[in-house]
Every structure is written in structure tokens, then in C-alpha cells.
């Protein structure tokens, strides 16, 4: 199965009810025809789909392979349709529709997921310089204050601590600060689509 590509310029989101029906749809096994379609547009999406008009002006549409009424709709800001300026695009944004007959109701306002990244920290017990309990408390007050966001196993092995858990992406950086210098850190999209 291709990867999806992470090194695209601009930023790729996704409403809420997008995520629930492309779990629905990875749960129910159908999501392949789905997966090779937006595989496409976040390749690109300015060639992929076509804009709407009217009070869905800004928007993009394209059927998933293969389907007649299954479609992908999609934004980007800020909206362009000319190749020459694919590297003016800021985000592609992905939104829902169930079905075409309701598409403008559905349409109405964004509502965007929320995308956690996992992390995995590897906190040496001799390295020189900070204190170990100090760091893990650190950590833990960090994701604490966040709904939804924690460390999720705690393991003191043989040669360092490790920490894993749930963070927002917005709080990426916030965590590497506080990191000793001879700390590992991995952090991990989860990945709506894997």
C-alpha cells in the first residue's frame, strides 16, 4: 500500500466528521479506493479535483476511482488553480460529505480534528547535568494540563527511563525544550491514513 507523502510544503488537515468517516471506512476494510484518492490530491492538489461555484466557491471536488457518488472534497488556502503558483499553498484541507444531495448543508464551517503526535523519550541515568526525576515530572506536567494528552507508559529499564504518551502537534517544540541534551526524543504522527 503506498505511504502518504509527509514532505509536502503545506500543512494537510482535516475536519472532524472527514476523520470519523475515513475511520469508519478503514474499520469496514474500504478504504483503499479512498487512500489511493487522497494520496493524489495531498501530491497534488492543485491538478486534482475541480472547484466549485456559487456558495461552495473556494471549495474542490473529485470522485474517489471507480465510484459515482463517493467524493472527496477538499480546500486550499489560499485557493489557486494554477500550477505556476502550487507553492503559494499554505494548507489542504480536507472536508466531508456523505452524500451530494446534502453537500451544502454538510459544508457549513470548519470544525478540525485535533492530530496528537505520539512521543517516545529515552532519558539516560548517567548522563551529567540535570536530575531524571526532575525531567519525567517536567514531562508529566506538560501534557497534563492538555484534555485528551498523557503519558501513556512509563518504564525504568536497565540504561535510561522511557517516557510515551500524546501530545498536540502545537506542543511539539514545547516538549523538545525541555529535554536534556542527552535525551532521545521521537515523536510520531499517528497517521489518520496509515
Same mark, same amino acid.
Given at each position: 500500500?503506498?505511504? +502518504?507523502?509527509?514532505?509536502?510544503?503545506?500543512?494537510?488537515?482535516?475536519?472532524?466528521?472527514?476523520?470519523?468517516?475515513?475511520?469508519?471506512?478503514?474499520?469496514?476494510?474500504?478504504?483503499?479506493?479512498?487512500?489511493?484518492?487522497?494520496?493524489?490530491? @495531498?501530491?497534488?492538489?492543485?491538478?486534482?479535483?475541480?472547484?466549485? /461555484?456559487?456558495?461552495?466557491?473556494?471549495?474542490?471536488?473529485? #470522485?474517489?476511482?471507480?465510484?459515482?457518488? $463517493? @467524493?472527496?472534497?477538499?480546500?486550499?488556502?489560499?485557493?489557486?488553480?494554477?500550477?505556476?503558483?502550487?507553492?503559494?499553498?499554505?494548507?489542504?484541507?480536507? #472536508?466531508?460529505?456523505? #452524500?451530494?444531495?446534502?453537500?451544502? /448543508?454538510?459544508?457549513?464551517?470548519?470544525?478540525?480534528?485535533?492530530?496528537?503526535?505520539?512521543?517516545?523519550?529515552?532519558?539516560?541515568? +548517567?548522563?551529567?547535568?540535570?536530575? @531524571?526525576?526532575?525531567?519525567? /515530572?517536567?514531562?508529566?506536567?506538560?501534557?497534563?494540563?492538555?484534555?485528551?494528552?498523557?503519558?501513556?507508559?512509563? $518504564?525504568?529499564?536497565?540504561?535510561?527511563?522511557? +517516557?510515551?504518551?500524546?501530545?498536540?502537534? /502545537?506542543?511539539?517544540? $514545547?516538549?523538545?525544550?525541555?529535554?536534556?541534551?542527552?535525551?532521545?526524543?521521537? @515523536?510520531?504522527?499517528?497517521?489518520?491514513? $496509515?
Amino acid at each position: 500500500m503506498s505511504e +502518504l507523502p509527509t514532505d509536502t510544503p503545506w500543512d494537510v488537515n482535516w475536519d472532524k466528521k472527514f476523520e470519523e468517516q475515513v475511520d469508519k471506512l478503514k474499520s469496514g476494510g474500504s478504504f483503499d479506493s479512498y487512500r489511493k484518492q487522497i494520496i493524489k490530491i @495531498i501530491e497534488n492538489p492543485v491538478r486534482e479535483g475541480k472547484y466549485k /461555484s456559487k456558495n461552495l466557491k473556494g471549495l474542490k471536488t473529485c #470522485h474517489v476511482s471507480g465510484s459515482t457518488q $463517493d @467524493i472527496i472534497c477538499f480546500e486550499l488556502t489560499p485557493g489557486i488553480n494554477d500550477q505556476g503558483q502550487r507553492s503559494n499553498i499554505d494548507e489542504l484541507y480536507f #472536508h466531508f460529505i456523505d #452524500h451530494w444531495d446534502n453537500y451544502d /448543508s454538510a459544508l457549513c464551517g470548519r470544525d478540525p480534528a485535533s492530530r496528537d503526535l505520539k512521543f517516545e523519550i529515552q532519558i539516560p541515568y +548517567l548522563a551529567q547535568g540535570f536530575e @531524571i526525576e526532575r525531567v519525567k /515530572s517536567s514531562v508529566y506536567n506538560l501534557v497534563g494540563d492538555v484534555d485528551g494528552c498523557a503519558v501513556t507508559n512509563e $518504564d525504568w529499564g536497565d540504561e535510561y527511563l522511557l +517516557l510515551e504518551g500524546n501530545i498536540p502537534r /502545537s506542543m511539539e517544540e $514545547d516538549l523538545n525544550e525541555l529535554m536534556p541534551e542527552d535525551a532521545k526524543t521521537e @515523536i510520531v504522527d499517528d497517521g489518520l491514513f $496509515d
